[in-house]
């Protein structure tokens, strides 16, 4: 794929649509990203805004993974969500929304379930897999399927006011580790606590800076560790795995 921005880029130009992207990852940053391939696997809370700010940064190929359609209880947190759309699946809206903001990029919706038949798959050819589940065993899954394509993983979940995020690289401690000791229910704590808008938000853009990072090699990912946030008490922490 080659487009009036890239060909800019690669004159050494900062095309104007992400001149403020100039001063944290440069002309050669910009033109990885619009050269990279990244996988949104949900796309709902985490996955939607993940969407959105994947798309206005310029990441070239983004392949949206959904075969969840739209409910009103989404209406207060998930940005790709809205009064017309109900029924609507999440994939399918993720396409128009990204076209709406950048042409220049190609998001391809996959409206149905990443399960043990696909994975390998739909996640092949990837750099990197964004984890915006929701429950303990396709996130197993997609964390298996990663590991053995050697594709790089960013992973979120969040409950009330609380989120983590870390990010998995080939060979590291993964979500077999992680989540050791499983509850009886394959979903978390979000169950009681709820889902506020705010707190998807800050955990997918958390997300969205760990994949710029892990794609333009600008700075230092959440890698053997967690991010571990309540915003309810003001709490940031970096907790060892």
């Given at each position: 794929?080659?487009?009036?921005?890239?060909?800019?880029?690669?004159?050494?130009?900062?095309?104007?649509r992400?001149?403020?992207?100039?001063?944290?990852?440069?002309?050669?940053?910009?033109?990885?990203?619009?050269?990279?391939?990244?996988?949104?696997?949900?796309?709902?809370?985490?996955?939607?805004?993940?969407?959105?700010?994947?798309?206005?940064?310029?990441?070239?190929?983004?392949?949206?993974?959904?075969?969840?359609?739209?409910?009103?209880?989404?209406?207060?947190?998930?940005?790709?969500?809205?009064?017309?759309?109900?029924?609507?699946?999440?994939?399918?809206?993720?396409v128009?929304?990204?076209?709406?903001?950048?042409?220049?990029?190609?998001?391809?919706?996959?409206?149905?379930?990443?399960?043990?038949?696909?994975?390998?798959?739909?996640?092949?050819?990837?750099d990197?897999?964004?984890?915006?589940?929701?429950?303990?065993?396709?996130?197993?899954?997609?964390?298996?399927?990663?590991?053995?394509?050697?594709?790089?993983?960013?992973?979120?979940?969040?409950?009330?006011?609380?989120?983590q995020?870390?990010?998995?690289?080939?060979?590291?401690?993964?979500?077999?580790h992680?989540?050791?000791?499983?509850?009886t229910?394959?979903?978390?704590?979000?169950?009681?606590?709820?889902?506020?808008a705010?707190?998807?938000?800050?955990?997918?853009?958390?997300?969205?800076?760990?994949?710029?990072?892990l794609?333009?090699?600008?700075?230092?990912?959440?890698?053997?560790?967690?991010l571990?946030?309540?915003?309810?008490?003001?709490?940031?922490?970096?907790?060892?795995?």
């Open positions: 794929m080659s487009t009036a921005s890239m060909e800019l880029l690669r004159a050494g130009q900062m095309p104007e992400y001149l403020r992207n100039a001063g944290t990852i440069g002309v050669a940053g910009q033109l990885k990203l619009l050269e990279s391939k990244v996988a949104v696997v949900g796309a709902g809370g985490l996955g939607g805004m993940v969407l959105e700010l994947l798309a206005r940064m310029g990441v070239g190929y983004i392949k949206v993974i959904d075969g969840d359609s739209f409910a009103p209880h989404n209406l207060n947190r998930q940005v790709l969500a809205t009064e017309s759309n109900m029924g609507q699946n999440k994939a399918e809206a993720a128009a929304r990204a076209a709406a903001v950048n042409s220049e990029i190609t998001v391809e919706a996959i409206p149905y379930r990443l399960d043990e038949s696909n994975s390998l798959e739909l996640l092949a050819g990837m990197v897999v964004v984890d915006a589940l929701d429950n303990f065993s396709d996130r197993i899954l997609l964390g298996d399927t990663a590991a053995l394509l050697g594709v790089p993983l960013v992973h979120a979940a969040i409950a009330g006011f609380v989120g995020v870390m990010t998995i690289l080939p060979g590291d401690k993964g979500f077999h992680l989540f050791k000791n499983l509850p229910s394959d979903r978390g704590v979000e169950t009681v606590l709820g889902n506020p705010a707190t998807p938000a800050l955990a997918a853009s958390l997300q969205v800076q760990e994949v710029v990072k794609l333009t090699g600008c700075g230092e990912p959440i890698r053997n560790k967690l571990f946030f309540d915003t309810q008490y003001n709490v940031f922490e970096l907790l060892d795995i």
